[in-house]
Each structure stands twice: as C-alpha cells, then as structure tokens.
C-alpha cells in the first residue's frame, strides 16, 4: 500500500513538471478550499492519506457523498413537491374563503342598504295610516253623532204628529158630538183643551181650523160643523203623510248610515290591519338591520383573518421556496465539489498509471 501511494506520489510529481497542469490543480484545489464543504472534504482526504489509506477508499468516500447528496436532494424535492401541493391548496382555500366573505359583505351590505330604505318607507306609511284612521275615526264620530241627531229630531217630529193627529182626531169627535146636537157645554173642557194644544204647536197648518174653531165656540151651526170637519179631515190627511214622508226620510237615513258606518269600519279594520302589519314589518325592518350589522362584523373579521393567514402563508411559502432554492443551489454546489475532486483524483490516477505504462516498456 506504501509503494502504492508513492506511485502516485512519483505521479503527481511528474504532472507537476508541466507548468500549465500544475497550475491548474492548485487553482481547482484552492477554489475547493475556499468553500467550506471542499475543506471539510480535503480535510478529510488528508487525513486519509497522513494515515496511508488506499486511494481507492477516497474514491469511495466521495462516491458515498455524492450518492448521499443526490439522495437528500430526491428528498427534498418529493417533500417540496408534496409542501408545494399543500401550500397551493391552502391558498387557493384561503383565496376562496376572501372572495366568499367578500361575496357575503357585498351582500349583507345590500340587505342592510335596502333594508333601511323599507324601514324609512314603512315608518312614514306607518304615519299615514295613523292619520287616516284618526280621519276615519273622526269621520265615524261626526257621520254618528249627525245619524242620532237625524234620528231624535225625527222621533220628536213622530210624537209631534202623532200628537197632533190624536188632536186632529178629538176635534173631530167633539165636533161630531156638536153635529149629533150635545150643547156646548158638555164638551167645552174638551174643546179647550185640543184648542189649547192645537195652538201649542204653532203650525201654519193649523191657523184656518184654529180660528174656525174660535167662531165654532161662539157660535154653533151646521154649516160650520160641516166646514170643520172637513178642514180636520184635511189637515189629518196632511199629518198622515207629513209623518209617513218623516218616515221615509228616516228610514233612508238609516239605511244610508248603515252603509256608511259598515263601510267606515270595514275601512278601519283595512287601516288598523296595514298600519299593524307596518307595524310588524318595523320590528322586523330593524332586527334584519340589526343582524346585518352583526354580521357585516363578522364577516368583516373573518376576511380580515383570512387575508391576514394569507398573507403569512404566502410569505411562509416564499420561504419555503427560498430555503428550498438555497438547499438546492448548496447541494449542486457540493456536488460540484465532489464530483470535481473525484475528476482531479481519477485524471492524477490516469496519469500515473500512463507513466507506470511508459516506464515499464522503457526499462
């Protein structure tokens, strides 16, 4: 083993002789020695041969280096490969998870928008129906009070003539009693008192019978019985349809605010229900605001901390990237280094096997 390594002792002195060979080997082997990794190497290699170490178990060494190198390197690119796969499926989750929470701000912010515009119309239509059922109900009051107002003035109007009639007919009896020859006197209580109550209602109607009566008193006779009784069929005939047409009038009013009244509360009911229904619509109008608020927040922190995780993933990524990148190049460099030691060594052992070659056909 000693003769061997003096061999290629002999045989890197007799490289050295040539200029140009000598100086490329020390500017390979100083460029190796400035990397850290080539100095580990060569101090490796130098250990191995101040121990006398076969150069064979150089070559080895370095192959097994090499071998390890391309290894890590495999391995590192199946765990970027996988890390990039995971990586680029976590933003593409996180860019998704932007683009949704900005989907659903847009949204909500719609919601909340139209929303508030429904809520200001509801409440001014909340304001008109209160209006007009105050109006309706005013309008009811005042239709209702004129109804029973209608309805006294022609109940007093009935009695007046139904009165007036029971006068009409006791007249006519008294003065029937005159025509059949009962003096006076029988029935002067009687005749005063439709007199006096005749006079009482002060009709128009009664002004021609009230001063036939007056003459009746002083003096009685056939042809003024006959007169009066047939100026008392008159104006009862008169009375009977004055209170009949007071009938009429009435029972026409009375349907009229039957109608009117069930159309007044059919309109309250329609105004009560639309300004309850606004009412409700309200309450409503302002808890979907208020949700809205609520979630526009949400969502707001939840696209904040999704682009936030983006960020870092995206950064966290690059350095990845970069870490890997700068293993890659540190690695190629290395076997560069390897690789490069093993060509020096295997052009130095080419060469001492030509010398030994040569030397051999010469001696």
């Known amino acids: ?138 309008s009811f009051a005042s239709e209702q009070a004129l109804r029973a107002e209608q309805h006294a003035t022609w109940q007093r109007k009935d009695e007046e003539h139904v009165d007036q009639i029971d006068a009409i007919d006791e007249a006519s009896k008294i003065v029937q009693h005159l025509q059949a020859g009962v003096a006076f006197a029988q029935v002067k209580s009687r005749f005063e008192k439709v007199q006096a109550k005749l006079m009482e209602s002060k009709h128009a109607l009664f002004k021609p019978l009230i001063s036939a009566l007056t003459q009746l008193a002083s003096k009685v006779d056939n042809k003024s019985i006959i007169k009066i009784l047939n100026l008392l069929a008159q104006i009862r005939q008169q009375l009977v349809a004055s209170r009949a047409s007071l009938l009429a009038t009435e029972e026409k009013q009375a349907a009229n605010w039957a109608n009117q009244s069930a159309h007044l509360q059919e309109e309250h009911k329609r105004l009560s229900e639309r300004k309850a229904f606004l009412e409700f619509s309200i309450v409503q109008f302002k808890q979907t605001i208020s949700d809205a608020i609520e979630d526009l927040e949400d969502h707001t922190l939840f696209l904040e901390d999704a682009e936030d995780s983006l960020q870092i993933q995206q950064r966290w990524t690059e350095s990845q990237e970069a870490e890997y990148e700068a293993q890659t190049f540190e690695r190629q460099n290395q076997l560069d280094i390897v690789e490069r030691l093993q060509e020096h060594i295997s052009q130095k052992l080419s060469a001492t096997s030509e010398f030994i070659q040569v030397r051999e056909e010469v001696y």
């Open 1 to 138: 083993m000693a003769k061997f390594i003096a061999l290629i002792a002999v045989a890197l002195v007799l490289v050295a002789a040539k200029p140009q060979k000598s100086e490329n080997t020390k500017e390979i082997l100083t460029q190796i020695n400035k990397d850290s990794f080539g100095n580990s190497i060569l101090s490796v290699i130098q250990l191995q041969l101040s121990t006398g170490g076969p150069v064979g178990e150089i070559q080895i060494l370095l192959n097994n280096i090499a071998s390890q190198l391309n290894n890590d390197q495999k391995k590192a690119d199946k765990v970027h490969e996988s890390d990039t796969a995971a990586f680029t499926k976590l933003i593409q989750d996180l860019e998704q998870e932007i683009a949704y929470q900005q989907a659903q701000i847009e949204a909500v912010t719609r919601l909340r928008d139209d929303t508030t515009e429904a809520l200001a119309e509801a409440e001014k239509e909340v304001r008109v129906a209160t209006t007009d059922i105050e109006n309706n109900e005013k």
